[in-house]
Each structure stands twice: as structure tokens, then as C-alpha cells.
């Protein structure tokens, strides 16, 4: 993924369990960019997981979730500080992330509008309701294609 991540000028954070989180537009670009860098990225990401395998023939299975927005860059701890990013910005892609479809790429409204101002992207918009504790909750779903 960090050739793919630097073909696409995608900044790699981190890797967090089986996640790998990158972020694109620190670098002054406009909203506009920065959404669509990450989306090719994502696309590109899932391209070349689908022609993966590991040794016993098994295809690897990935979600992506994608947010727009505001968020702090900066070190956190002091015995091994390491880079990472804050804010809900960041909790609203590992939401999308979370919930996403497997070898989908979910996007949030934010992200959605940015990429309809892009360029030529597939989007399919899904309606699922979920438990959450004792309330039913609708939800509207936005995967790029």
C-alpha cells in the first residue's frame, strides 16, 4: 500500500491493527484534491487486493471508509512519540471504515459532494436501518463504485 499511497500522494499515517489510515490534502491542495486523491487511492487499493492471495489461495477481504474535513496533525506520547492525526474528522472515517461493506469504499456526504465536483466517479447509495442498543437506526450509506 506506501507505493500506492505515494503514487497517489497520499500521506500514510499509521497502521492500527488491520487498518491502515493515510490522510491526503495536508498539503495545502484544495478540499477538491485532497477527496479525490484519497478516493483513487482507495480504488486502487481494492484493484490490487482482489488480484492478492495468500499462500493457501485465500483472498484477502478489505472495507474503506473515507470522511472530509477538519483535523489535528501532531505527536502524541512521550517515550515513543509517533505522528498520528485528531479530531472527528478521524472518527467519522474509521466509522465509515467500520461499517462499510467488505471490497467497498464508503464515503461520507462531506466526502461525496467534494468527489461529484471531481471528476467521473460511480456512486451507489444504500439504505440499511442497524440495532443500537434499544433504538432502531436508519442509516444512508454512499460507496464509491
Known amino acids: 500500500f506506501d507505493k500506492l499511497a505515494d503514487t497517489h500522494n497520499v500521506y500514510k499515517i499509521r497502521t492500527i491493527g488491520d487498518a491502515y489510515m493515510c490522510v491526503s490534502g495536508l498539503d495545502r491542495c484544495t478540499n477538491i484534491e485532497g477527496a479525490e486523491r484519497i478516493a483513487l ?40 512519540p509517533w505522528y498520528t492525526l485528531f479530531g472527528e474528522t ?15 469504499i464508503q464515503c461520507s456526504a462531506a466526502t461525496y459532494c467534494l468527489l461529484l465536483r471531481a471528476s467521473n466517479y460511480n456512486f451507489r447509495f444504500s439504505d440499511t436501518s442497524a440495532q443500537v442498543g434499544d433504538c432502531r437506526r436508519q442509516a444512508h450509506s454512499i460507496y464509491i463504485d
Open 41 to 80: 487511492f482507495a480504488l486502487d487499493v481494492l484493484e490490487l487486493v482482489k488480484r492478492f492471495r495468500t499462500d493457501d489461495g485465500k483472498q484477502l477481504l478489505v472495507r474503506v471508509g473515507i470522511h472530509s474535513g477538519p483535523a489535528i496533525a501532531g505527536f502524541a506520547g512521550t517515550v515513543r
Open 90 to 104: 478521524v472518527d467519522i472515517a474509521a466509522r465509515m471504515e467500520s461499517s462499510s461493506e467488505e471490497m467497498k
